[in-house]
């Protein structure tokens, strides 16, 4: 079973920047992609940032495109984040998800997802 934590969420003003983190565990068949999404208050999830692991190949959201890169860390388990040049607009609950065989920017085709934590950029 696949299990993933965010931390890294916080408030900071506009052009601060912000690094998340996500922490897989479970079963790593589950989980060649990992990525970034976001809600914003009254809108759909959408999707940021994805990374292959495999391949470490990205793709980015023009919304991020970049401001943000997303990363493994030294362990394989945690992908990273890191936001640069926040926008009051950023404001919005930030998850991780894990895919097994997707690697794409469309939410409901991903299969497993963190919790979120809050990003306040005021």
């Known amino acids: 079973h696949v299990q993933l934590v965010e931390s890294g969420g916080g408030s900071v003003q506009p052009g601060g920047s912000l690094r998340l983190s996500c922490v897989l565990s479970?079963?790593?068949?589950?989980?060649?992609?990992m990525g970034w999404f976001r809600q914003r208050p009254g809108k759909d999830r959408e999707g940021l940032a994805v990374?292959?692991?495999?391949?470490?190949?990205?793709t980015y959201a023009d919304s991020v495109k970049g401001r943000s890169t997303i990363s493994q860390d030294n362990d394989k388990n945690t992908v990273v984040l890191q936001m640069n040049s926040l926008k009051p607009e950023d404001t919005a609950m930030y998850y991780c998800?894990?895919?097994?065989?997707?690697?794409?920017?469309?939410?409901?085709?991903?299969?497993?997802w963190g919790q979120g934590t809050q990003v306040t950029v005021s």
């Open positions: 479970g079963h790593s068949r589950g989980s060649n992609c």
């Open positions: 990374l292959w692991i495999g391949g470490a190949t990205t």
């Open positions: 998800a894990a895919t097994a065989a997707y690697c794409g920017l469309v939410p409901r085709l991903w299969g497993y």
